[in-house]
């Protein structure tokens, strides 16, 4: 559906695709089969997904960002989870640096929350932010982003 979408999207003049895009600034809608909080975790890793590439640094607010992390640590690998590339994050314990939040036991990992997020989500492009014993093993087992 994703797919198709896009295509069908994609053959939209660009003013007019810039419209449908600007239409829904301020909208709280979300997709079938997904809460708010899947909602805000798509537009926080996203956009990341956009501005790191272009080396931009595009600032994402703390207190929302702690709880897309805190929603995508729940799936526990499973669920909405599968659609996240897998990072070993068995055995470390998560520390936010610039809000109090914190998850998992084991081997530290430590930064801000952001690119705890980015982690958490299968971003490596996170790990160069990132401190402790846990993100040095996460640095040599995974390729670089």
């Known amino acids: 559906m994703i797919r198709v979408t896009a295509q069908h ?3 939209l003049p660009v003013d007019q695709l810039i419209a449908r895009i600007r239409a829904t600034v301020g909208s709280r809608r979300h997709n079938i089969g997904v809460t ?4 805000l975790t798509d537009i926080l890793v996203h956009c990341q997904d956009i501005a790191i590439p272009l080396h ?14 805190t929603r995508v640590w729940s799936y526990g690998g499973k669920g909405k989870a ?10 470390m314990r998560l520390t936010a640096t610039d809000i109090s939040w914190s998850v998992g036991d084991g081997r530290a990992v430590e930064g801000p ?19 402790g014993q846990g993100a040095e093993d996460l640095r040599q087992q995974l390729p670089p982003a």
């Open 82 to 91: 599968r659609v996240f590339h897998k990072v070993p994050l068995q055995g």
């Open 9 to 11: 999207r994609a053959e």
């Open 56 to 69: 931009r640094d595009l600032e994402m607010p703390v207190a929302p960002t702690a709880a897309a992390a």
């Open 113 to 131: 929350i952001a690119a705890i997020l980015l982690l958490l989500t299968g971003r490596v492009a996170a790990l160069p932010r990132l401190t």
């Open 36 to 39: 708010n909080l899947e909602t």
